[in-house]
């Protein structure tokens, strides 16, 4: 799921990595948004309000916005510089650091939202755009840009284009193809919605608050697991039936 990058990725590992970051997304949406009244995935909304005080002549108040935009550029650029800098190195597993460090920033807010979400509000909110920033970064690079999870603006127009193109099969007769990508679409929004909904049950019907952050981090942490685990037994299978082909 994340260890594939490029050309050797499949439908398989394409679709498993963005149901668990789209979900685990959806729910940093909604429990950012219910906290604060602001949006912690993307930065279009942001960037609205920031041209709208900059062009009322608050510059101080727009500062804020500017600041949100800037933080989910440096988790982009944090995880693209870790991701070149360290990625041609074999022993390192490159995957493990962005998501690692989305987990930390993650279960952090969770355990001290408490006592910093009233003092800091506008340092969580640039914490989990740089989240964000580090985890859209991570995926799109190692599936050279095919799966985006943290918003679903391009999402939409991107299906809607691949479903127009069902309607002209002599234009595009890759059908496998076209349908495999909008499956994959399909995946990705249908469970950044589920991670929402479930983000929203958790913050508000069990009162979870911004302490739901920490299920989101546990997911990411139980998925890299259970990613290991399963490269784990398909090495061992590997090494088994090449022992037993040498014997015969």
Not at 67 to 72: A, D, M, P, R, T
């Amino acid at each position: 799921m994340f260890r594939h990058q490029g050309k050797k990725r499949t439908l398989v590992h394409n679709l498993r990595i963005a149901t668990v970051l789209s979900f685990v997304a959806g729910i940093v949406n909604v429990s950012g948004f219910l906290a604060f009244r602001q949006l912690t995935t993307n930065v279009t909304g942001h960037f609205a309000l920031f041209i709208n005080d900059v062009s009322n002549f608050d510059f101080w108040k727009g500062t804020v916005y500017f600041l949100y935009i800037f933080f989910f550029f440096l988790g982009s650029f944090t995880s693209g510089f870790l991701t070149e800098k360290f990625g041609k190195n074999k022993e390192l597993k490159i995957y493990v650091f962005p998501t690692t460090i989305e987990f930390f920033i993650l279960i952090i807010i969770g355990f001290l939202s408490d006592s910093f979400a009233k003092g800091f509000p506008d340092l969580i909110v640039c914490a989990l755009l740089f989240a964000m920033g580090l985890q859209n970064s991570f995926v799109t690079k190692i599936s050279n840009a095919v799966v985006r999870t943290t918003h679903l603006t391009g999402l939409f127009t991107d299906l809607g284009i691949d479903v127009s193109h069902l309607f002209f099969p002599e234009l595009h007769p890759d059908k496998e193809k076209l349908k495999e990508s909008i499956k994959l679409r399909i995946y990705i929004i249908a469970f950044f919605f589920a991670g929402g909904l479930f983000g929203g049950l958790c913050y508000s019907k069990l009162n979870l608050k911004l302490k739901t952050l920490i299920v989101a981090a546990l997911i990411l942490l139980i998925s890299l697991l259970l990613d290991k685990m399963r490269y784990n037994l398909i090495k061992a299978k590997r090494k088994h039936l090449q022992r037993r082909s040498s014997f015969s």
